[in-house]
């Protein structure tokens, strides 16, 4: 075996698939383009899933690739492994190939066998290698027995374990219904130096021998009653892990100790002041930074739900250890150079949006730590109330799972009162909410219930407008139907059509199908698979399966559709040039209306910026460029240097869009013939979206003139009432400012002085109650921050305090009321019991917190009375 790098290990395993007319295909996104069912991309397979479901077809029937995976959320959760174990990673990468009807078992088996053990290539020795195979599949076992040559006592046979039929290790499944067929699992014996059986022994989970390949033949469709029909076309999927696949050829036994992952640690350390490279912490750190850095590269930002939420918590996770370590400011941001360097190539989209992904690391690291100050302040809060000497697991894993308050440091607040934690309670909490996770995962789709069709539908707006189609089938809440005879909502394909299909942030088209006796309203237009669907509802007439008709698009609406579109690409090729070529799309959508565009920036763009950018724009609308498309290989847009984050969508044939020296993109769109059809470009306004993401909107044609006269409108009218000429506004606005501020200052003094003479007056109503100095009264036609003014500086002079104020406004009869409680005694009574009693006697709506709280009401018939009963409360419970 040689000492390969991992670069060279993930380079050699697609070099030999190759070889083998193998179509490498690039690693698609860790969010997927085309499954809304996974949280993220979790396996090899799932940017073919269309192939293996016969919902697409490709210009290849095998391919194989090194796929970026991620499993920390859903069905896969491996996060709390993370740094406890050898092997399990929430980042790594898959690599396998696949079969598309082309090949099976037999050449499956054979590439295994000669890649892992031929000279040139990995050459492992043939006596380290086990496998496995489903009990019944008879086929697989004498390949590998007949054919390769594997004694029988390293073939083991694995049937059904988990249960029920199918229910096995070596039975693979997409779902509980859909593709599925045995597995042939490798196995790679480290040795006798390490405990563990072989696989389908009592002791196979120990660390001898390890699972390094799986190769899954697809031949069954299973139904929802449980039957297994044969899959026409064969498929055969298989997945190997790139980092267990490199520590057997790196000799090492953890796949933590391999290149890659040393290199990351050892910088972790020295970033962080750790003083031992086998600290667990550091493991997590390594493997961290790998997830949350190509999560962010492609369009993951922490949020407080779904894939944000999951980012949000790795991001934390690996925080809360490098406080482990000692590290007490930011640190986990700058492992993103170093991780960009030690994972060469396969970084290069990571490396051009280097600066955003680390902007939006270390904005998460800031806030996070201001999260530990509100954790420990909301801590202090419960112990406060603890009656006992254990604070429950409810409220330490509502700290952990809400605030992201880690639990060991809970456990070293409580220690220091001689608190104890209920881990146990924790851990259930914890189980409850996996379970939670598990059960909201979306995998198990009933992909039967989907639209099966047969025939693709052939594209041809981009040069017609009207053309004939045949209608190849109808259907209507999801089930195939032969004709259409009513106004029910229905779904028409045809075998051709102009009508484009909503893909790439464009909406679908709309129009009129006709037939000789009806006309079918187009409302929109969806891709499925390789068919367009027009979805509407027949207007009169009849329209089945087999009519020719004629397809009328929305001439109007499409037209506006693409000055919308050859605008985005312009507004872009813009953003690069003007803020910089780390800008990266994020998401777009083109209507007839607008366009959006969403972007990596980690800040609100200027006034000034945004006037360029328009202007840029329509520099170049008025040079009345040529757009032009053309079909070109993938490589060959590449080199061109193509603007495209290359995902699984794009085959090795590829629609490359220029607009004329401007810009040049990878698009499946629809376009403008020259920029000038464009006529003028607005943006109507710019926002965040979420940390390091913005948003532009803006409008062209018409509707950027309509915003244009609007504004011009708009202007004349704020002039006429300032009494200025418009060339004079923001001056005059200014001044207006000016004086606002001088106004408010004047009327803070003002304030000042009142609320001075108030609590002089205030003074002389305290009383003493068992030691607290109490003060119920009602003022007149005070402002509501002028009583909060009052209560506060009397909490602070008085020491041990309780002051009820009740204020009816002038004009307004109108009651607001504020209680302010002193910390030493709101564990007798507090400032939202009081306000909650006096609420209920004379009505309004009030909150607020154990020291202060607010309420109002707008009867204040009752206050007097109120007032009085609430004081005799205080006497009865100070």
Same mark, same amino acid.
């Given at each position: 075996m040689?000492n390969?790098?991992?670069?060279?290990i993930?380079q050699?395993?697609?070099?030999f698939?190759?070889?083998?007319?193998h179509?490498?295909?690039?690693?698609?996104?860790l969010?997927?383009?085309n499954?809304?069912?996974l949280l993220?991309?979790n396996a090899?397979?799932?940017?073919?899933k269309?192939?293996?479901?016969?919902l697409?077809?490709?210009s290849?029937q095998s391919?194989t690739?090194a796929q970026?995976?991620?499993?920390?959320g859903g069905k896969h959760?491996d996060l709390?492994h993370?740094g406890y174990?050898?092997?399990?990673?929430?980042?790594?990468?898959m690599l396998?190939?696949?079969s598309?009807?082309?090949y099976?078992?037999?050449?499956?088996?054979?590439f295994a066998?000669?890649?892992l053990?031929?000279?040139?290539?990995f050459n492992l020795?043939k006596?380290k %290698?086990w496998?496995?195979?489903?009990?019944t599949d008879?086929e697989s076992y004498n390949?590998?027995?007949?054919e390769?040559g594997i004694?029988r006592e390293?073939?083991v046979r694995?049937?059904?374990?988990?249960?029920?039929?199918?229910?096995s290790?070596n039975?693979w499944?997409?779902?509980?219904?859909?593709p599925c067929?045995?597995?042939?699992?490798?196995?790679y014996d480290?040795?006798?130096?390490?405990?563990g059986?072989p696989?389908?022994?009592k002791?196979?989970?120990?660390?001898?021998?390890?699972? &390094?390949?799986?190769?899954?033949?697809v031949q069954?469709?299973?139904?929802a009653?449980?039957?297994?029909?044969r899959l026409?076309?064969?498929s055969?999927d298989? /997945?190997?892990?790139l980092e267990? &696949?490199?520590a057997?050829?790196?000799?090492?036994?953890s796949?933590?100790?391999?290149d890659l992952?040393r290199?990351l640690i050892?910088?972790?350390a020295e970033?962080t002041?750790a003083?031992h490279?086998c600290?667990?912490? %550091?493991?997590?750190i390594?493997?961290?930074?790998r997830?949350?850095?190509?999560?962010?590269?492609? /369009?993951?930002i922490?949020?407080k739900d779904g894939?944000g939420y999951?980012?949000?918590?790795?991001i934390?996770r690996a925080?809360r250890?490098?406080?482990?370590l000692g590290a007490r400011?930011?640190?986990?941001?700058?492992?993103?150079?170093?991780?960009i360097e030690?994972?060469?190539s396969?970084?290069?989209q990571?490396?051009?949006?280097q600066?955003?992904?680390?902007?939006?690391l270390?904005t998460e690291e800031?806030q996070?730590?201001?999260?530990?100050e509100?954790?420990?302040? %909301?801590l202090?809060? =419960?112990?406060?109330?603890l009656?006992? *000497?254990?604070l429950?697991?409810e409220t330490?894993?509502?700290?952990y799972?809400?605030?992201g308050f880690?639990?060991?440091l809970t456990?070293?607040?409580c220690r220091?009162r001689?608190?104890?934690?209920?881990?146990?309670?924790?851990?259930?909490a914890m189980?409850?909410?996996r379970k939670?996770?598990?059960?909201?995962?979306?995998?198990g789709t009933d992909?039967?219930?989907?639209l099966?069709?047969d025939q693709?539908?052939c594209?041809?707006g981009?040069?017609?407008m009207?053309?004939?189609g045949?209608?190849t089938?109808l259907?209507?809440?999801?089930?195939?139907?032969?004709?259409i005879n009513n106004?029910?909502?229905?779904?028409?394909?045809?075998d051709?059509?102009?009508?484009?299909g !909503?893909?790439g942030g464009?909406v679908?088209d709309s129009?009129?199908l006709?037939v000789?006796?009806g006309?079918?309203?187009?409302?929109?237009?969806q !891709?499925?698979?390789?068919?367009?669907?027009?979805?509407?509802?027949?207007?009169?007439?009849?329209?089945?399966i087999?009519d020719?008709?004629t397809?009328?698009v929305?001439q109007?609406?499409r037209?506006?559709i !693409?000055?919308?579109?050859?605008?985005?690409?312009?507004?872009?090729?813009?953003?690069?040039?003007?803020l910089?070529e780390?800008v990266v799309?994020?998401?777009?959508?083109?209507?007839?209306?607008y366009?959006?565009f969403?972007f990596?920036?980690?800040?609100a763009?200027?006034l000034?910026q945004?006037?360029i950018?328009?202007?840029i724009?329509n520099?170049q609308?008025?040079r009345?460029l040529i757009?032009?498309?053309?079909?070109?290989?993938? *490589?060959?847009a590449?080199?061109?240097g193509v603007i495209?984050?290359?995902?699984?969508?794009?085959?090795?044939?590829?629609?490359?869009l220029s607009?004329?020296?401007?810009?040049t993109?990878?698009?499946?769109?629809t376009?403008?013939s020259?920029?000038?059809? &464009?006529?003028?470009f607005?943006?109507?306004?710019?926002?965040?979206?979420?940390?390091g993401?913005?948003r532009l909107e803006?409008?062209?044609?018409?509707a950027?003139l309509?915003?244009l006269?609007?504004?011009?409108?708009?202007?004349?009218?704020?002039s006429?009432?300032l009494?200025?000429?418009?060339n004079?506004?923001?001056h005059?606005?200014r001044d207006?400012q000016?004086l606002a501020k !001088?106004?408010?200052k004047?009327?803070?003094?003002?304030n000042?002085k009142?609320?001075?003479q108030?609590?002089?007056?205030l003074?002389?109503k305290?009383?003493?109650?068992?030691g607290?100095?109490v003060?119920?009264?009602d003022v007149?036609?005070?402002e509501k921050k002028?009583?909060?003014?009052?209560v506060e500086d009397?909490?602070?002079?008085l /020491?041990?305090?309780?002051i009820i104020? =009740?204020?009816?406004?002038?004009g307004?009869d109108?009651?607001s009321?504020?209680?302010?409680?002193t910390?030493d005694?709101?564990h007798?009574?507090?400032?939202?019991?009081?306000?909650?009693?006096l609420t209920?006697q004379i009505?309004g709506?009030?909150?607020?917190?154990?020291?202060i709280?607010h309420?109002?009401?707008?009867?204040? =018939?009752g206050l007097?009375?109120?007032?009085?009963?609430?004081?005799?409360m205080?006497v009865?419970t100070?």
């Amino acid at each position: 075996m040689s000492n390969n790098s991992t670069a060279e290990i993930r380079q050699k395993f697609l070099d030999f698939f190759n070889s083998k007319g193998h179509q490498i295909v690039a690693s698609s996104s860790l969010v997927s383009d085309n499954d809304q069912t996974l949280l993220f991309t979790n396996a090899g397979m799932n940017q073919f899933k269309n192939l293996f479901l016969g919902l697409d077809k490709r210009s290849y029937q095998s391919a194989t690739t090194a796929q970026r995976c991620v499993r920390a959320g859903g069905k896969h959760n491996d996060l709390e492994h993370i740094g406890y174990t050898t092997r399990h990673h929430t980042f790594f990468e898959m690599l396998g190939n696949f079969s598309f009807g082309e090949y099976f078992k037999y050449d499956a088996i054979r590439f295994a066998w000669e890649l892992l053990t031929g000279v040139q290539w990995f050459n492992l020795p043939k006596n380290k %290698l086990w496998v496995t195979v489903y009990a019944t599949d008879y086929e697989s076992y004498n390949i590998w027995y007949h054919e390769i040559g594997i004694p029988r006592e390293r073939i083991v046979r694995i049937s059904d374990n988990k249960g029920s039929t199918y229910a096995s290790d070596n039975f693979w499944q997409m779902g509980d219904i859909g593709p599925c067929g045995p597995c042939s699992e490798i196995f790679y014996d480290h040795g006798d130096h390490l405990c563990g059986g072989p696989p389908g022994s009592k002791e196979e989970y120990g660390d001898r021998y390890i699972e &390094i390949w799986n190769l899954v033949f697809v031949q069954f469709d299973r139904q929802a009653d449980g039957t297994m029909l044969r899959l026409p076309k064969p498929s055969v999927d298989t /997945g190997m892990g790139l980092e267990r &696949i490199a520590a057997v050829l790196q000799h090492v036994h953890s796949n933590y100790d391999i290149d890659l992952f040393r290199q990351l640690i050892t910088v972790a350390a020295e970033i962080t002041g750790a003083p031992h490279l086998c600290s667990k912490s %550091l493991r997590v750190i390594a493997d961290h930074i790998r997830s949350c850095a190509f999560l962010v590269s492609d /369009g993951v930002i922490p949020s407080k739900d779904g894939r944000g939420y999951v980012l949000r918590h790795i991001i934390r996770r690996a925080i809360r250890h490098g406080y482990i370590l000692g590290a007490r400011d930011t640190f986990f941001y700058r492992l993103v150079a170093p991780l960009i360097e030690v994972m060469g190539s396969a970084a290069d989209q990571l490396k051009l949006q280097q600066n955003m992904v680390e902007r939006v690391l270390r904005t998460e690291e800031e806030q996070f730590y201001q999260t530990l100050e509100r954790g420990l302040s %909301l801590l202090e809060n =419960a112990l406060a109330k603890l009656t006992c *000497d254990t604070l429950d697991g409810e409220t330490a894993f509502r700290l952990y799972d809400t605030y992201g308050f880690p639990l060991y440091l809970t456990v070293d607040v409580c220690r220091e009162r001689q608190i104890k934690v209920d881990e146990e309670g924790f851990k259930r909490a914890m189980e409850a909410q996996r379970k939670r996770a598990r059960a909201a995962s979306s995998f198990g789709t009933d992909y039967n219930s989907m639209l099966r069709i047969d025939q693709g539908t052939c594209f041809l707006g981009y040069q017609h407008m009207t053309y004939s189609g045949r209608v190849t089938a109808l259907f209507s809440d999801g089930k195939p139907i032969n004709v259409i005879n009513n106004s029910i909502n229905a779904i028409v394909i045809l075998d051709q059509t102009p009508f484009y299909g !909503q893909s790439g942030g464009q909406v679908g088209d709309s129009g009129e199908l006709k037939v000789a006796n009806g006309i079918f309203q187009v409302v929109d237009t969806q !891709q499925y698979g390789q068919s367009l669907g027009h979805l509407g509802t027949l207007r009169y007439g009849e329209l089945k399966i087999g009519d020719q008709v004629t397809a009328h698009v929305d001439q109007t609406r499409r037209n506006r559709i !693409q000055l919308n579109h050859s605008a985005t690409h312009l507004l872009y090729s813009t953003l690069r040039q003007v803020l910089g070529e780390y800008v990266v799309q994020r998401g777009s959508l083109v209507n007839d209306k607008y366009l959006r565009f969403d972007f990596s920036h980690h800040q609100a763009i200027p006034l000034e910026q945004i006037r360029i950018i328009e202007e840029i724009v329509n520099q170049q609308i008025r040079r009345n460029l040529i757009i032009k498309t053309e079909i070109m290989a993938l *490589d060959a847009a590449r080199n061109k240097g193509v603007i495209s984050v290359f995902r699984d969508k794009y085959e090795s044939q590829v629609r490359v869009l220029s607009i004329g020296d401007f810009s040049t993109e990878l698009c499946c769109g629809t376009h403008a013939s020259r920029t000038g059809d &464009i006529g003028l470009f607005s943006i109507s306004s710019e926002s965040g979206i979420a940390a390091g993401i913005r948003r532009l909107e803006a409008v062209t044609g018409e509707a950027a003139l309509t915003r244009l006269h609007e504004q011009s409108y708009l202007v004349q009218q704020i002039s006429q009432i300032l009494k200025t000429d418009s060339n004079k506004l923001v001056h005059k606005v200014r001044d207006l400012q000016d004086l606002a501020k !001088q106004l408010e200052k004047k009327l803070q003094q003002l304030n000042s002085k009142l609320a001075v003479q108030e609590i002089t007056v205030l003074n002389r109503k305290i009383r003493d109650i068992n030691g607290a100095r109490v003060v119920v009264s009602d003022v007149k036609h005070l402002e509501k921050k002028i009583l909060r003014t009052i209560v506060e500086d009397m909490k602070n002079k008085l /020491g041990s305090a309780v002051i009820i104020l =009740a204020n009816v406004s002038e004009g307004k009869d109108q009651v607001s009321l504020i209680v302010g409680v002193t910390s030493d005694l709101t564990h007798r009574i507090n400032a939202r019991d009081i306000i909650n009693t006096l609420t209920q006697q004379i009505g309004g709506k009030g909150g607020g917190s154990l020291e202060i709280a607010h309420a109002s009401d707008s009867d204040p =018939a009752g206050l007097s009375a109120a007032l009085y009963r609430i004081e005799q409360m205080l006497v009865e419970t100070l």
